[in-house]
């Protein structure tokens, strides 16, 4: 099957701080894909740029077969990226963000599309409230929505419910799905494991910049079966032997 994400080789320095440390990954088209580890372990720099917003020191970034530095324009239309800081324009209401959104792709009726998102993220009351007067739970359904806007065949969603209500969890949950059912390849990032381990085909633990683990989350959890019970006891026992310099 080809990749909808192929990282090769790739490095990213914050001063001392080696954030990537040759970071080599291939994720399926069609794939729910877990980007798991601890803080500062260089998940959200590895999807920064992945989306352009981090340039590697070294390396090789493809969304879709499409070279993230050489052929920006392409690789940024077939992604979209939920990222973790509520970022959002306070002169908008939630309809007008995602027509505004919809015209940076060039999409200039989308309203039906739109429309869709507003109910499966029940957003449909709040369509015509100006951001500003959203709760941070329903401005992070705004969020999901922009990524969503375009149709991108590539979805990443770092940390999409950190601090977020059960209901509004649950709700991404069954959107999220039916989209990776319709052929969407879907990356998350998360601390909630047990989202990682239901929803996750293939799950890569990373650990100072580097990537300690990559498999299935069946083999992670029948790797450690005699330890562990569960993909958080499985994830504690691989940070620990990366920590201790033990092979993956």
């Known amino acids: 099957m080809s990749s909808a994400i192929r990282v090769a080789g790739v490095t ?3 001063g001392a701080t080696q954030a990537l440390a040759g970071i080599d990954l291939d994720v ?3 794939e729910f894909f877990g980007l798991l580890g601890p803080n500062g372990a260089g998940k959200t720099t590895l999807i920064s740029t ?3 917003l981090a340039r590697p020191d070294s390396g090789k970034l493809e969304v879709m077969g499409h070279d993230v530095q050489t052929d920006a324009m392409a690789a940024r239309r077939n992604l979209g990226m939920v990222p973790q800081e509520l970022v959002f324009d306070p002169f908008f209401s939630v309809r007008e963000t995602l027509r505004i959104q919809s015209g940076y792709y060039g999409l200039r009726r989308n309203d039906a599309w739109i429309d869709e998102l507003l109910a499966n993220l029940d957003l449909a009351e709040k369509a015509d409230a100006n951001m500003r007067s959203l709760s941070g739970g329903m401005k992070r359904r705004v969020l999901v929505a922009q990524a969503l806007v375009h149709k991108p065949p590539v979805i990443v969603l ?3 419910t950190a601090g977020v209500d ?14 990776n059912t319709e052929g969407h390849t879907i990356v998350l990032t998360t601390h909630y494991l047990e989202e990682a381990e239901a929803l996750c085909g293939r799950i890569a633990m990373m650990k100072a910049g580097r990537i300690v683990a990559l498999d299935t989350t069946a083999n992670l959890l029948q790797l450690f ?3 562990a019970t569960s993909l958080e006891a499985a994830f504690v026992r691989v940070m620990r032997q990366a920590e201790a310099g033990a092979p993956k």
């Open 158 to 160: 770092d940390e999409p």
């Open 225 to 227: 079966s005699s330890e």
């Open 50 to 52: 992945l989306a352009g």
């Open 12 to 14: 990213k320095r914050f």
């Open 166 to 179: 059960v209901e509004l969890r649950q709700a991404l949950w069954r959107f999220i799905r039916r989209l």
């Open 28 to 30: 399926a088209k069609g």
